[in-house]
Nanobody, 119 residues
Framework: EVQLQASGGGLVQAGGSLRLSCAASGFSFDDYAVGWFRQAPGKQREGVSY?????????HFADSVKGRFTISMNNAKNTVYLQMNSLRPEDTAVYYC???????????WGQGTQVTVSS
C-alpha cells in the first residue's frame, strides 16, 4: 500500500525558510515521481515541484518558486524534501505530498501540512 506522510510545515516570517518532508512507503522511488502540490484558501490546488525517481532524477518547479525552492530525494530514507527559502506571504497554503507512477501517471496523495508565511 502506497503511503505518504508529510511534515515540516509551520509559521514563518517572510524571507524565512522551511523544509518539508514526505516520508514514503509501499513503493520504490525508481518507478515514481514524487513531489508537492499546494492549495491556498479559495484557490485551486497547484503543482509546486516534483522529482523523478528514475535514473535521470529530473526535477520540475513552478515558475512562482523557481530559484527559491529546491527538491531532493533520499532513497535510503524513502523521503523527499522540499527546501523552501525566501518565503513569501503568497506561499501560504496547505502543501500536499504527491507520488505519481511514471508509466501510468496514477497519483497518490498524502495528508497536507500547513505553511503560513507572515508579512
Amino acid at each position: 500500500e502506497v503511503q505518504l506522510q508529510a511534515s515540516g510545515g509551520g509559521l514563518v516570517q517572510a524571507g524565512g525558510s522551511l523544509r518539508l518532508s514526505c516520508a514514503a512507503s509501499g513503493f520504490s522511488f525508481d518507478d515514481y515521481a514524487v513531489g508537492w502540490f499546494r492549495q491556498a484558501p479559495g484557490k485551486q490546488r497547484e503543482g509546486v515541484s516534483y522529482i523523478s525517481g528514475a535514473s535521470d532524477g529530473r526535477t520540475h518547479f513552478a515558475d512562482s518558486v523557481k530559484g527559491r525552492f529546491t527538491i531532493s530525494m533520499n532513497n535510503a530514507k524513502n523521503t523527499v524534501y522540499l527546501q523552501m527559502n525566501s518565503l513569501r506571504p503568497e506561499d501560504t497554503a496547505v502543501y500536499y505530498c504527491n507520488a505519481r507512477v511514471l508509466t501510468t501517471a496514477r497519483p497518490y496523495w498524502g495528508q497536507g501540512t500547513q505553511v503560513t508565511v507572515s508579512s
